[in-house]
C-alpha cells in the first residue's frame, strides 16, 4: 500500500516571497505518478503539477515547480512570487501505474498568503 | 473543452434516504473515479470505471455504488443514508488512470445529511 505525508499542517507566507511545501511518499511501485493538487474555498481541486516517476528532471510549471528526490521518496512544491490568490489548500497525490492503481492523498496543507 | 461536470452540487437528504451523484467526465476521457473528502478522514477514493467496468474499489460499505454509461457518464448511489455520509464527493476523469494519465476534477457535489 502506498502513502502520502504532508506533515506540515499550515504555513503562511508574504505576498511575492518564496514558499516550499513539503511531501513524503512511500511506495513499492517503480512506476508512478505524482501530482500536487490546489484547494481554494471554492472546493474545486485544481492540477498543479505532475511529475512522471521515471523522469529525473524536476517539472516546472510557471511559478510552480518541484524537487523531486527518488530515492528518498520526497516530493516538493516551491512556489515563487506568491500571490494571494495561491491562498488555498494543496493536496500531495501519488498514483501507481497499473492494475488497481487510485489516486493517494495527503491530508492537505493550508497555505495563506498574506497582502 | 468543457471540464468534469457534476451534478447538483448542494443537496440536502434526509438520513435514510437515498441518493445519486452524477458526473460528466472531459470529452475523450474514459476512466472515471470517485472520492469522498470529509475534515476527519481526507480524501478517499470509493471506486474507479473505465469503459463501463468498474476496475477498482475503495473501503466502503456496500451502501455505495456506481455505475458507468456508454457515453463514460457516471453515476453514484448512496443507500440509506447516514450523518457520517456528509461530504464532498468528487468526480475525477482521466484518458486512462491506469497510465499514469493525468486526472482532473469536478466541482464536487456538497452532501449533507440531516
Known amino acids: 500500500a502506498q502513502t502520502v505525508t504532508q506533515s506540515q499542517p499550515e504555513m503562511s507566507v508574504q505576498e511575492a516571497e518564496t514558499v516550499t511545501l513539503s511531501c513524503t511518499y512511500d511506495?513499492?511501485?517503480?512506476?508512478?505518478?505524482l501530482f500536487w493538487y490546489k484547494q481554494p474555498p471554492s472546493r474545486q481541486m485544481i492540477l498543479v503539477i505532475r511529475?512522471?516517476?521515471?523522469?529525473?528532471q524536476n517539472a516546472t510549471e510557471n511559478r510552480f515547480s518541484v524537487n523531486f528526490q527518488k530515492a528518498a521518496k520526497s516530493f516538493s512544491l516551491k512556489i515563487s512570487d506568491s500571490q494571494l490568490g495561491d491562498t488555498a489548500m494543496y493536496f500531495c497525490?501519488?498514483?501507481?501505474?497499473?492494475?488497481?492503481?487510485?489516486?493517494?492523498f495527503g491530508k492537505g496543507i493550508t497555505l495563506s498568503v498574506r497582502p | 473543452k468543457a471540464g468534469v461536470t457534476q451534478t447538483p452540487r448542494y443537496l440536502i437528504k434526509t438520513r435514510g434516504q437515498q441518493v445519486t451523484l452524477s458526473c460528466s467526465p472531459i470529452?475523450?476521457?474514459?476512466?472515471v473515479s470517485w472520492y469522498q473528502q470529509t475534515p476527519g478522514q481526507g480524501l478517499q477514493f470509493l471506486f474507479e470505471?473505465?469503459?463501463?467496468?468498474?476496475?477498482n474499489k475503495g473501503n466502503f460499505p456496500g451502501r455505495f455504488s456506481g455505475r458507468q454509461f456508454s457515453n463514460s457518464r457516471s453515476e453514484m448511489n448512496v443507500s440509506t443514508l447516514e450523518l457520517g455520509d456528509s461530504a464532498l464527493y468528487l468526480c475525477a476523469s482521466s484518458r486512462d488512470s491506469y497510465s499514469g494519465n493525468t486526472i482532473y476534477f469536478g466541482e464536487g457535489s456538497w452532501l449533507t445529511v440531516v
Open positions: 497525490a501519488f498514483i501507481a501505474t497499473g492494475a488497481n492503481s487510485k489516486l493517494t
Open positions: 470505471y473505465f469503459s463501463e467496468t468498474q476496475r
Open positions: 511529475q512522471e516517476a521515471y523522469k529525473q
Open positions: 470529452s475523450g476521457h474514459r476512466s
Open positions: 511506495t513499492s511501485e517503480n512506476n508512478y505518478y
